[in-house]
């Protein structure tokens, strides 16, 4: 924690100025509620200061709010604020911070924690990010003017006034006041501060370090690469009746200059898009559910960075949907009407078979009479004509009334039968047509119960399918990152380095010796005791030392001013190094940089090197790197690959001469500043005050305290484990 901190909170807006102003929001308002309840908060954390730049919210200049805060001599000035877009659509939290330099890395890395605290609360998070105006300056004044007074400063947009899911933050007093409070909390623990009156300590707190950037870092105007969509096969995705199913699908993205923020996706190839949805997977991916695809559909996604740009994925085309054309619906009405027609026709004729079988009975029963009848008649006739003996006449009248009673008979007998067979033969032709027509849409149903159930992957390629276990993979795939501790920062979560040997040294064997920390492990590394001196240890007495145990030291040769860039030899480097010497110690040597240049990075090589003559080290020579806290110094504006290339051209000017060179480093500079992986051809001295170091990578000496006692010297000295 730092002996005392000061804060400035900025309400942004005052005055006419309102800021936003929508349904009743009006921000001027709410960032100064959220900055009283910010202040409040803070306050009630040990050794901390706040102040406000603009307590009523009247009208302040940029220029004005940043003057004040460099006048309270504040450590960081945080400017409030509330968000809306134009056409209301977008959603979440975003913090802006400087652009370049040691107030990126420090900012960002708060920055984080904002967002952190948000989303503990479910809002979305936009990221955090830079922008820069046309003279590749910081774009947001407040940021500007604060960077133009050597301050740092962050502005903090807590959430979108105008969009349905950030609105219920922000419905009352109470929740503004939230909003403060967690504000306050991300402060405390970007700054490790511990409170008393809320029984919190936040000085382990583990922040995200970062790189110093090489340039200024401006919007990201590239959307996300890699974008892809893939549907997810799990066995079958049977559609219904209306062509349709719910189906999970993957999205891939990669984005390396901001962070991957929202999606959306269309059914029509583009040309309609759904509102924005927040991106919830990791850096790689995330599964999304679709409620109905549709047989026919052409579906997209478009994958957006922090900056609201965005990339769209391949299209997925699902096959044709069965659409009954015209002709085919007339053809279907056509068959409707004749099996309409065929029904009537069949009604009709077993009606005419009813009433036909009805007058065949009747007509059995007349004819049935009329031949008694007329057997009667010829017999009557006949018996007649043989008694009386009737003239020829009459028989001949009798036989023709016979002969015509026979016909008659013989052509009704003729018409009943025909009549009867062709009905007969309409109810069977109408029976076996029925009878077809069954087995045939019998069939046809058989068939489609057949086709069942129609798959939503089978209209896909290969390549655009993947199984849940390889997205689950995929998923699962996230950056590895290790905890370092920074003797001025703290502890600080950074990226894994792929590239570089990792230590061996296993410190459940570290031990204590009369005092002093010693090492010696199973796999036969162990550690020799030293100490590192310069002109501030004073007269030192060397064999008192030798006699404490200690078997080495590393002397302070010379430095290079951070401010004036000249070349000083260290005031008692020759009577330290001929005096340890003759006490028996192993003896190496350091310097301490300024260069800002490879060539002056050679010139200091050259100078340790002229120093040295006519004497022999046992121990290495030591590039110190190490930055200036506490003044403005000349390398303050160097990037990670300049002090890299700086520290190569001394180390192989150093080889180049016989001697064997080392790296003078802390956790963060190891991991935030230089780039390691260009500098595997070193030994290192790691400088870590921890009881045990967790530093991942290689290194030869670990410096374990600079609070160390050893006799024969006054006040207190570095100690030191070089492995062997």
Same mark, same amino acid.
């Given at each position: 924690?730092?002996?005392?901190?000061?804060?400035?909170?900025?309400?942004?807006?005052g005055?006419?100025?309102?800021?936003?102003?929508?349904?009743?929001?009006?921000?001027?308002?709410?960032?100064?509620?959220?900055?009283?309840?910010?202040?409040?908060?803070?306050?009630?954390?040990?050794?901390?200061?706040?102040?406000?730049?603009?307590?009523?919210?009247?009208?302040?200049?940029?220029?004005?709010?940043?003057?004040?805060?460099?006048?309270?001599?504040?450590?960081?000035?945080?400017?409030?604020?509330?968000?809306?877009?134009?056409?209301?659509?977008?959603?979440?939290?975003?913090?802006?911070?400087?652009? @370049?330099?040691?107030?990126?890395?420090?900012?960002?890395?708060?920055?984080?924690?904002?967002?952190?605290? &948000?989303?503990?609360?479910?809002?979305?998070?936009?990221?955090?990010?830079?922008?820069?105006?046309?003279?590749?300056?910081?774009?947001?004044?407040?940021?500007?003017?604060?960077?133009?007074?050597?301050?740092?400063?962050?502005?903090?947009?807590?959430?979108?006034?105008?969009?349905?899911?950030?609105?219920?933050?922000?419905?009352?007093?109470?929740d503004?006041q939230? &909003?403060?409070?967690?504000?306050?909390?991300?402060?405390?623990?970007?700054?490790?501060?511990?409170?008393?009156?809320?029984?919190?300590d936040?000085?382990?707190?583990?922040?995200?370090?970062?790189?110093?950037?090489?340039?200024p870092?401006?919007?990201?105007? !590239?959307?996300?690469?890699?974008?892809?969509?893939?549907l997810?096969?799990?066995?079958?995705?049977?559609?219904?009746?209306?062509? @349709? !199913?719910?189906?999970?699908f993957?999205?891939?993205?990669?984005e390396?200059?901001?962070?991957?923020?929202?999606?959306?996706?269309?059914?029509?190839?583009?040309? !309609?898009?759904?509102?924005?949805?927040?991106?919830?997977?990791?850096e790689?991916?995330?599964?999304?559910?679709?409620?109905?695809? !549709?047989?026919?559909?052409?579906?997209?996604?478009?994958?957006?960075?922090?900056?609201?740009?965005?990339?769209?994925?391949?299209?997925?085309? /699902?096959?044709?949907?069965?659409?009954?054309?015209?002709?085919?619906?007339?053809?279907?009405?056509?068959?409707?009407?004749?099996?309409?027609?065929?029904?009537?026709?069949?009604?009709?004729?077993?009606?005419?078979?009813?009433?036909?079988?009805?007058?065949?009975?009747?007509?059995?029963?007349?004819?049935?009479?009329?031949?008694?009848?007329?057997?009667?008649?010829?017999?009557?006739?006949?018996?007649?004509?043989?008694?009386?003996?009737?003239?020829?006449?009459?028989k001949?009248?009798?036989?023709?009334?016979?002969g015509?009673?026979?016909?008659?008979?013989?052509i009704?007998?003729?018409?009943?039968?025909y009549?009867?067979?062709?009905?007969?033969?309409?109810?069977?032709?109408?029976?076996?047509?029925?009878?077809?027509?069954?087995?045939?849409?019998?069939?046809?149903?058989?068939?489609?119960?057949? @086709?069942?159930?129609?798959?939503?992957q089978?209209?896909?390629?290969?390549?655009?399918?993947?199984?849940?276990?390889?997205?689950?993979?995929?998923?699962?795939?996230?950056?590895?990152?290790?905890?370092?501790?920074?003797?001025?920062?703290?502890?600080?979560?950074?990226?894994?380095?792929?590239?570089?040997?990792?230590?061996?040294?296993?410190?459940?064997?570290?031990?204590?010796?009369?005092?002093?920390?010693?090492?010696?492990?199973?796999?036969?590394?162990?550690?020799?005791?030293?100490?590192?001196?310069?002109?501030?240890?004073?007269?030192?007495?060397?064999q008192?030392?030798?006699?404490?145990?200690?078997?080495?030291?590393?002397?302070?040769?010379?430095?290079?001013?951070?401010?004036?860039?000249?070349?000083?030899?260290?005031?008692?480097?020759?009577?330290?190094?001929?005096?340890?010497?003759?006490?028996?110690?192993?003896?190496?040597?350091?310097?301490?940089?300024?260069?800002?240049?490879?060539?002056?990075?050679?010139?200091?090589?050259?100078?340790?090197?002229?120093?040295?003559?006519?004497?022999?080290?046992?121990?290495?020579?030591?590039?110190?790197?190490?930055?200036?806290?506490?003044?403005?110094?000349?390398?303050?504006?160097?990037?990670?690959?300049?002090?890299?290339?700086?520290?190569?051209? /001394?180390?192989?000017?150093?080889?180049?001469?016989?001697?064997?060179?080392?790296?003078?480093?802390?956790?963060?500079?190891?991991?935030?500043?230089?780039?390691?992986?260009?500098?595997?051809?070193?030994?290192?001295?790691?400088?870590?005050?921890?009881?045990?170091?967790?530093?991942?990578?290689?290194?030869?000496?670990?410096?374990?305290?600079?609070?160390?006692?050893?006799?024969?010297?006054?006040g207190?000295?570095?100690?030191?484990?070089? &492995?062997?």
């Open positions: 924690m730092p002996d005392g901190l000061t804060i400035v909170l900025d309400p942004g807006h005055g006419e100025n309102l800021g936003l102003n929508y349904n009743g929001h009006v921000e001027k308002e709410m960032n100064l509620i959220v900055a009283n309840a910010m202040k409040e908060e803070l306050e009630k954390y040990d050794n901390v200061t706040v102040y406000l730049t603009n307590e009523d919210a009247r009208d302040m200049s940029l220029k004005e709010r940043a003057k004040y805060g460099k006048e309270m001599g504040a450590d960081v000035l945080i400017s409030l604020h509330f968000n809306m877009s134009e056409e209301h659509t977008q959603f979440g939290s975003e913090v802006w911070v400087p652009s @370049k330099g040691l107030a990126y890395r420090q900012m960002r890395s708060l920055g984080d924690i904002f967002l952190e605290e &948000f989303e503990g609360i479910g809002l979305h998070t936009r990221g955090v990010k830079t922008r820069l105006n046309d003279d590749g300056n910081d774009y947001y004044g407040i940021i500007r003017e604060s960077q133009a007074l050597g301050m740092n400063a962050l502005l903090v947009e807590h959430c979108y006034a105008d969009y349905k899911t950030d609105t219920p933050y922000i419905e009352s007093k109470a503004l939230k &909003f403060g409070q967690l504000d306050a909390r991300a402060v405390a623990k970007y700054y490790g501060l511990a409170s008393t009156e809320l029984g919190v936040y000085s382990s707190y583990v922040k995200n370090g970062y790189y110093i950037p090489e340039e870092v401006g919007s990201d105007y !590239t959307g996300p690469v890699n974008a892809g969509i893939y997810i096969d799990e066995g079958e995705y049977v559609l219904d009746e209306e062509y @349709k !199913t719910g189906a999970d993957l999205l891939t993205a990669r390396e200059e901001s962070e991957l923020t929202y999606y959306s996706y269309s059914l029509d190839g583009g040309e !309609t898009y759904t509102e924005l949805f927040p991106w919830t997977g990791n790689s991916g995330m599964i999304i559910h679709i409620d109905e695809i !549709t047989q026919g559909d052409n579906l997209i996604a478009k994958i957006y960075n922090g900056h609201t740009v965005g990339s769209e994925t391949n299209k997925l085309r /699902f096959g044709e949907a069965v659409v009954e054309n015209q002709e085919t619906k007339e053809e279907q009405q056509v068959t409707d009407e004749e099996a309409e027609e065929e029904t009537e026709n069949l009604s009709l004729t077993e009606s005419f078979i009813k009433n036909s079988k009805e007058a065949n009975a009747n007509y059995n029963k007349t004819v049935s009479a009329l031949l008694a009848t007329a057997v009667v008649i010829a017999f009557v006739i006949g018996v007649s004509l043989y008694v009386q003996k009737k003239q020829e006449k009459i001949k009248t009798v036989g023709i009334f016979l015509v009673c026979i016909f008659a008979l013989g009704v007998t003729g018409v009943r039968t009549i009867i067979n062709r009905a007969d033969l309409a109810v069977k032709t109408v029976a076996e047509t029925a009878e077809a027509d069954k087995a045939k849409a019998e069939t046809e149903e058989s068939d489609t119960e057949e @086709k069942e159930p129609v798959l939503l089978s209209f896909l390629k290969e390549d655009e399918l993947i199984s849940k276990e390889d997205a689950n993979v995929l998923l699962e795939q996230q950056k590895q990152t290790e905890i370092v501790y920074d003797i001025a920062e703290g502890y600080l979560r950074v990226e894994t380095l792929q590239d570089v040997s990792r230590n061996q040294y296993d410190f459940n064997f570290l031990t204590e010796e009369n005092g002093y920390k010693a090492y010696r492990d199973n796999a036969g590394i162990s550690a020799i005791r030293g100490i590192d001196v310069s002109k501030f240890q004073g007269n030192i007495d060397w008192a030392v030798k006699n404490s145990g200690m078997e080495f030291v590393i002397i302070r040769i010379g430095l290079r001013g951070y401010g004036s860039g000249e070349l000083v030899i260290d005031e008692r480097f020759y009577e330290n190094l001929r005096n340890a010497q003759a006490a028996g110690l192993k003896t190496g040597v350091y310097f301490f940089s300024a260069a800002i240049t490879t060539e002056e990075a050679v010139e200091e090589a050259e100078f340790v090197l002229k120093a040295l003559e006519g004497y022999e080290l046992s121990m290495p020579i030591v590039f110190d790197t190490e930055p200036i806290t506490y003044d403005d110094a000349r390398t303050d504006d160097l990037t990670p690959m300049e002090l890299t290339d700086i520290t190569v051209a /001394f180390c192989e000017r150093i080889r180049q001469s016989g001697y064997t060179p080392m790296i003078y480093a802390n956790a963060k500079r190891l991991t935030t500043v230089l780039k390691l992986e260009k500098l595997t051809d070193y030994e290192f001295w790691y400088a870590d005050y921890q009881d045990k170091p967790i530093y991942p990578y290689q290194y030869r000496m670990w410096q374990y305290t600079e609070k160390g006692s050893v006799p024969g010297i006054e207190n000295v570095d100690i030191n484990l070089y &492995f062997q």
